[in-house]
């Protein structure tokens, strides 16, 4: 099995982006600990970031193909993409949303999701941990959807 690690806007300036906010790991670091935790767990892992939202679109569209799960940070588009979350309803693949930072803490702009209500799991405010308790629980899910 597969998985696609989708990370959205600014998410490339991990480790220099507001680092009071979203600490100092960098996306490189991200990637490679998402994907150490996959392959822990017998999991492939690819992972794809872009600033723009077809380019996203896009990706969740290809994972349909040879993806079997999708653990996603759409960043900003979180809160405005309508587009994003028909792609996830396309695909229909089951995935786990992330974000680093407690965005319940944060704006009220950020307090709405486009994807939760898809989401097998929502995790947030557990830092770039969260990308690793993201895997675990889609590793657990698609087991269960494999018994
Ligand atoms: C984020 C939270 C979003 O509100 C913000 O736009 C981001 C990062 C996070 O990981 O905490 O770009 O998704």
Redesign the pocket.
């Known amino acids: 099995p597969r998985l696609l690690l989708l990370n959205?806007?600014?998410?490339n300036l991990l480790g220099t982006r507001e680092p009071e906010?979203?600490g100092s790991a960098t996306l490189q670091d991200v990637e490679d600990l998402a994907r150490t935790t996959a392959e822990s767990l017998g999991l492939e892992l690819r992972a794809v970031q872009s600033n723009s939202e077809g380019a996203l679109v896009d990706a969740v569209q290809a994972a349909r193909e040879d993806c079997d799960g999708v653990v996603v940070?759409?960043?900003?588009y979180?809160?405005t993409s309508i587009a994003l979350r028909d792609a996830f309803a396309s695909v229909a693949l089951p995935f786990v949303e992330?974000?680093?930072?407690n965005?319940h803490a944060?704006e009220e702009f950020?307090h709405h999701s486009y994807l939760a209500a898809l989401a097998s799991a929502v995790i947030?405010g557990a830092g770039v941990q969260g990308y690793v308790f993201a895997v675990q629980r889609l590793a657990s899910v698609l087991a269960e959807a494999d018994t």
């Open positions: 959205g806007p600014n998410l906010v979203y940070n759409a960043g900003a979180t809160h992330v974000h680093v930072s965005v944060r950020r947030v």
